[in-house]
């Protein structure tokens, strides 16, 4: 077969960066992140939409629940969506993965309520959201091989960040639309149909996004592999186990950092309208604020990663989760208005900014180009299933049990295992990701 690849420039010329493949490696994701999050800031109005009318903590959980079991459906869509990005390209599945993301979306926004038809209602959410979690499951692991192979040495840190600048713009936009809708339709209207507004936006912007896919090429490491000996072993789980040892380093430096990344964004906007008290337009806008500089704050971080290394940034995240969660935790939960609210997510989000900036890059550089895509996809949804996507479930599941106090412990001795493993793994920056790369390599050694 033949494939049409991007070329990525010298080692000589490594400070241009290819912002075509950049743009539409991440534009993609940002619809992906908006209809995943969307969910979570939404949640709110919709909840008793779907489940009897009772205590609203309960409710919370309830959706809270769907929501983490979209999570466990991430590894199914990592092994599949990962092996089909090893076997069939990268493009190939970037295109699949946003058609996914459409389909749910849309079936998220024709959902039928309780008060209709019964937990059927609950019955479909739950399989939409099935569908975004397989998306979801392949689309990180297809963006951040996209990103990182179409990008020459030296800038790779900076154009993967923006895989991160994407979900966070995902949110934003979730975001920015929730407050409009806030402050122009009552809470009765929202809780009745509004709600359904940012799913029908979601499934219309990634219409747009599959048709702008279409046009990206290939990158050059996978196309160097067509035509050579053992192909048919692309993208299997015998050749993630043969390389067993990268693959539980992913499941370990993602732990904290997916935990800690999801406790400041999806759930904080939760916890400063039902812990702190704050009103729910208040906590969105906080929540916006803190986001936005937190998104300026990725290509900064990755550029610098490309100067002093990976392996700083995530030590740096990993020290500052283990003993900074519980004193900012805690004292988020005691403040009376936006400023104390947003000076306080700001700082949460600075330091979550030391993994979320670098780890698609640091797992994409761990693997060979041939498992790259499932060497990313499935470990990295493991640790998702198990530790990003409870991070909501297990924080009210702590509050309802009248030890809220107990989450901020569980996200601070996450982050300290994941401190372990950055002290100790080796650095990844400059790791050749393709033929050309190792023979300039090899140019460079013997000169």
Known sequence: MEVSVTAPPTRAASARVPWKAVVGGSIGNMVEWYDWFVYASFATYFASAFFPKGNETAQLLNTAGIFAVGFFMRPVGGWLLGR??????RKAALTLTVSLMSASALLIAVAPTYGSVGYFGALVLLVARL????????????????LTEATPPGRRGF???FQYVSMTAGQLVGLGLQIVLQRTMSEEALKSYGWRIPFIVGAAAAAVVFYLRRSLLETEAYGEQEGRPGTDERGTIRELLAHRREAVLVIALTMGGTLAYYTYTTYLTKYLSNTAGLAKSTASLVSFCALFVFMLLQPLAGALSDRIGRRPLLIAFGIGGTVGTVPLMTALSKVTGFDGALT????????????TSINAVVKAEMFPTHVRALGVALPYAIANALFGGTAEYVALWFKKGGIESGYYWYVAGCSAVSLVVYVCMRETRDAALSRREKAADNVAVRA
């Open 131 to 146: 569908l975004q979690g397989l998306s979801v499951g392949g689309e990180y692991a297809a963006s951040a091989t996209y």
């Open 84 to 89: 089909f990005a090893d076997r069939r390209g």
């Open 159 to 161: 154009a993967s960040s």
């Open 344 to 355: 306080l997510s700001l700082a949460g989000l600075v330091l979550v900014t030391g993994y």
